[in-house]
């Protein structure tokens, strides 16, 4: 047999051949030869995030701004692709071009940034491409808005609309209550079961986040005695969906949204945003303020990173100036040399 004759990889057969246990098949990209095409390799790395994640919001916001990405390299004659590429030419085209030319907020600039270094590092993983442009691409720093959350009077207000005589009152004050106790996401409040509710324990369990790892998320005893009334009154339905309409249907998010909008608009709320959000870091906000150390926080909210949670305890400036009257060592010190000075005289 000749020396340049290549031999063909040998085909495993139809019975010893494995099914791919993955939600994405890698061999579906050729592209041209070994080569990806840019859509290919986005479709790729969602496919991916869809069989990490159980948001489809996640998803989605990765699409959107590697879109942008795209669209911004486009208005200045560049095509977007997976090879060939600097981590200067993105800081030129993409970061300055958004910062310069398009104006953007930190925020946006730093999310799109964030999303583009998590695109190429999967791909570099994955073996499509042998380095990573973006590895030593930075976020921008700069001024970082402060994080919008209710006042405790605020809160007391927004709680006092629904209509408690009601069905639906009570299961929105419900809703208002569990949010504001626990932090968790609109979603994850509207997907809750029944069975998921231990009232002896206090807890919420197998709560399913973005990141798809189940998490029991402790309440308070204040909180039980609401659920315990909401649930007997809620009867037996056909679902076991926890919150539903009077219909017995589950909640649509859009229905929550204007539901608390509607809330906060009676409640006379002003200066903040009136969200599910909100009510997170709201919690977050009280939870850190109240003496609740970040790790547990970090457990409670479902984040696989200390990153947000970094965020949170750093606290907003109005309650830094709270918390450091309560904590000063030097208030505290004056105050016990006083005293010391006045048993002295007595």
Request: hydrophobic share 35%; net charge positive; charged share 25%.
């Amino acid at each position: 047999m000749s020396g340049h004759i290549v031999p063909f990889r040998r085909e495993e057969s139809p019975q010893s051949r494995r099914r791919s246990n993955t939600l994405y098949d890698p061999e579906m990209y050729h592209g041209s030869g070994t080569h990806l095409t840019w859509e290919e390799a986005v479709e790729l790395y969602l496919r991916a995030k869809q069989s990490e994640t159980a948001s489809a919001r996640t998803v989605e916001y990765e699409r959107e701004n590697l879109g942008a990405y795209k669209r911004l390299l486009q208005e200045q004659g560049i095509m977007a692709q997976i090879t060939g590429v600097s981590v200067e030419a993105i800081r030129t085209h993409f970061v300055m071009y958004m910062a310069e030319h398009k104006k953007y907020a930190l925020t946006t600039i730093n999310n799109r940034i964030k999303t583009l270094k998590r695109f190429f590092s999967f791909l570099q993983r994955e073996g499509w491409i042998t380095e990573n442009p973006t590895y030593h691409l930075k976020i921008r720093s700069g001024h970082k808005p402060v994080i919008p959350s209710f006042t405790e009077e605020q809160v007391v207000a927004l709680l006092a609309q629904p209509d408690q005589q009601k069905f639906t009152g009570y299961r929105d004050y419900t809703m208002l209550a569990l949010m504001i106790d626990t932090g968790l996401r609109l979603g994850e409040i509207l997907r809750l079961r029944v069975p998921q509710v231990d009232l002896k324990r206090c807890f919420l369990t197998e709560v399913l986040g973005k990141s798809r790892r189940p998490r029991d998320v402790p309440f308070s005893d204040e909180v039980r005695k609401v659920l315990m009334k909401y649930i007997r009154i809620r009867g037996e339905l056909a679902t076991d969906i926890l919150f539903v309409t009077i219909d017995g249907k589950p909640i649509r998010p859009r229905t929550f949204q204007q539901l608390l909008k509607d809330y906060g608009q009676e409640a006379g709320l002003t200066g903040v945003r009136i969200s599910p959000h909100t009510l997170r870091h709201t919690f977050a906000k009280l939870y850190i303020l109240n003496g609740g150390d970040p790790f547990s926080l970090q457990e409670i909210l479902g984040h696989t990173t200390q990153d947000m949670v970094k965020v949170y305890v750093n606290l907003w400036k109005p309650e830094k100036k709270l918390q450091h009257t309560k904590a000063s060592p030097m208030r505290h010190l004056y105050r016990y040399s006083k005293n010391s000075l006045s048993n002295s005289t007595d």
